[in-house]
Nanobody, 124 residues
């Protein structure tokens, strides 16, 4: 079992930066692939970024490539999403997710555990 708690969301102006954190509990974290997704009301959940358990493989969604950076600290059981050059279209609820078998992917259906989400609002 893995429990995930996101933090770091808030209101920021376009062009600014935020860093999201996802604190995980549970002994399977270090072997889990971790992902960030986001959702805007009325739309499908969108893949943002994912990182393998070792940190050696990383995927990004096309809309955030070059602006967002995912990382993880397996000692602190935490995964991060550094968001830079934010745009109003980045406004969403951001969710952290864990895939317990360690298989890295972009499909939210493949992830086993989810956090409660944190709101990010980017003003123009």
């Amino acid at each position: 079992q893995v429990q995930l708690v996101e933090s770091g969301g808030g209101l920021v102006q376009a062009g600014g930066s935020l860093r999201l954190s996802c604190a995980a509990s549970g002994r399977t974290f270090s072997r889990a692939a971790m992902g960030w997704f986001r959702r805007v009301p009325g739309k499908e959940r969108e893949f943002v970024a994912a990182i393998s358990w070792s940190g050696g493989r990383i995927y990004y969604g096309d809309s955030v490539k070059g602006r967002f950076t995912i990382s993880r600290d397996n000692v602190k059981n935490t995964v991060y999403l550094q968001m830079s050059r934010l745009k109003p279209e980045d406004t969403a609820v951001y969710y952290c997710a864990a895939e317990r078998s360690g298989i890295l992917g972009t499909n939210p259906a493949a992830y086993d555990y989810w956090g409660q989400g944190t709101q990010v609002t980017v003003s123009s």
